[in-house]
């Protein structure tokens, strides 16, 4: 067969080259002359191809330290086990000390802290949990007393046994701040006006099993309801 092309119709065909062997399983055969300049003809089959494609080696994540496999061509570039490690740790190009805030809470790197999330944990948490001398519990909540994320003091930071608890906090705060007493009021969710307990419909699921309105705008909520949806 003409390595240089084959005449067919006044037409020139592709040509074969040299005889060089498969580079998965070594059988020898004659890749096209197209298939060279385009930087194929490794393969005498495509039952070789996705075979030799398969072939991964292990490297070392630089960010985690994780051993992952890759295809052996990307060997000598890839350097992160996934995109977490790739956006996250001082190999990052958005890495800013192992700092960072977000929604006023200050976030802190610790990748091997239960409740770390992507590479960090709140900075509030690790310093209830030096100061509790031990991990907090599971469903513990941090809360802080003058309601500044950002204010970390130990002074400033009351550990709370679950959200339910830390949500008492906070309603019990706003009733005092709008001039009520915790102990007799609530603060009605339309209104925001604190009114005793006995102006609440009883409700169940409810904070201290009383609605979020006070009866009052209750009868006003069903009132619009009923003027647009009925």
């Keep these: 067969m003409n390595t240089l092309g084959i005449q067919r119709n006044g037409k020139k065909k592709f040509g074969y080259a040299a005889p060089r062997p498969c580079q998965t399983c070594g059988q020898s055969f004659r890749p096209t002359n197209s298939a060279l300049k385009k930087g194929k003809g490794r393969f005498c089959s495509l039952k070789c ?126 009733v005092v701040e709008l001039g009520g007493d915790p102990r007799l009021h609530k603060v009605c969710c339309r209104c925001k006006i604190p009114k005793t307990f006995v102006e609440f419909n009883s409700l169940h699921s409810g904070y201290l099993g009383l609605s979020g309105y006070c009866r009052a705008c209750s009868k006003k909520n069903w009132a619009e309801y009923r003027v647009n949806y009925a």
Excluded at 95 to 117: F, L
Excluded at 123 to 133: D, N, W
């Design 49 to 174: 191809r996705p075979k030799q494609s398969r072939d991964r080696v292990p490297i070392s994540c630089i960010s985690c330290g994780k051993t992952f496999e890759v295809k052996r061509y990307r060997a000598e570039v890839a350097q992160f086990c996934s995109n977490q490690c790739r956006a996250t740790g001082e190999h990052s190009n958005r890495w800013g000390g192992g700092i960072r805030h977000d929604a006023g809470y200050i976030y802190v790197a610790n990748k091997n802290h239960p409740r770390s999330v992507g590479g960090y944990v709140a900075e509030h948490i690790l310093i209830a949990e030096r100061a509790l001398g031990k991990p907090l519990p599971s469903k513990a909540v941090v809360h802080h007393v003058d309601e500044n994320p950002s204010n970390n003091c130990p002074d400033n930071l009351v550990i709370c046994e679950n959200n339910a608890y830390h949500r008492l906090i906070h309603a019990r705060q706003r």
